[in-house]
């Protein structure tokens, strides 16, 4: 998505109407809709931009977010994902937005315990990779984000409760994820590194 608004330098986030880009929008139930008070009508996504996060426009204008998340795997070999209840309405694992200035593995292991509740020693997280991925949507407007992406090794009984922005968490082997709808970013990092970093 081109970043197609005159964004204030007054150092303060803005948020716009994704359809006539009124900065006059309120959620609907936490994040599950955008209403707007101008055009009366309701969408799943809206456009904000923050300062308070890593994002930029590259030459063709397109507006970018830095992204951090953690591939958890058990000792059984089945990696943890669920159901996300607000747009991208996909199967995911825990990720995030990086705030503006935080070192992405920082971000990785806030995720995961904003999300999942699962606290770990960032020295466990073990970098995969950092991917460009076009077509990765999110709520906040922007189509493109580059991935910085963790795996991380939990012992074969751990449990974990969704704690925001999704519901029915499952252990599921690389085929049965790929058999579920995937958010843009998950299927192509499941194909791209199955057989490499993520020793999938």
């Known amino acids: 998505m081109k970043l197609d608004v005159e964004v204030p330098g007054d150092g303060r986030r803005h948020q716009y109407c994704w359809g006539c880009r009124a900065e006059t929008v309120t959620a609907v139930d936490g994040a599950a809709g955008f209403r707007c008070a101008t055009c009366g009508e309701e969408y799943p996504r809206t456009l904000a931009v923050d300062p308070a996060l890593t994002w930029w426009v590259d030459g063709t204008g397109e507006y970018w977010h830095a992204t951090a998340g953690v591939f958890v795997r058990r000792a059984d070999g089945r990696f943890l994902l669920f159901e996300r209840v607000y747009f991208p309405l996909r199967w995911t694992v825990p990720a995030g937005h990086i ?43 922007s189509d493109a984000h580059r991935w910085h992406t963790y795996v991380v090794d939990v012992p074969a009984g751990t ?42």
Do not use: K
């Open 159 to 200: 449990t974990v409760q969704v704690l925001e922005e999704g519901r029915r968490p499952a252990w599921l082997t690389p085929s049965e994820a790929l058999g579920r709808p995937l958010t843009v970013p998950v299927r192509a990092l499941i194909e791209r590194y199955g057989n490499t970093g993520l020793r999938m």
């Open 99 to 141: 705030d503006a200035g935080e070192d992405p593995r920082h971000a990785a292991r806030r995720e995961l315990g904003e999300e999942v509740g699962l606290l770990v020693d960032e020295a466990d997280l073990v970098l995969v990779g950092v991917d460009e991925m076009p077509g990765d949507s999110c709520w906040r407007g």
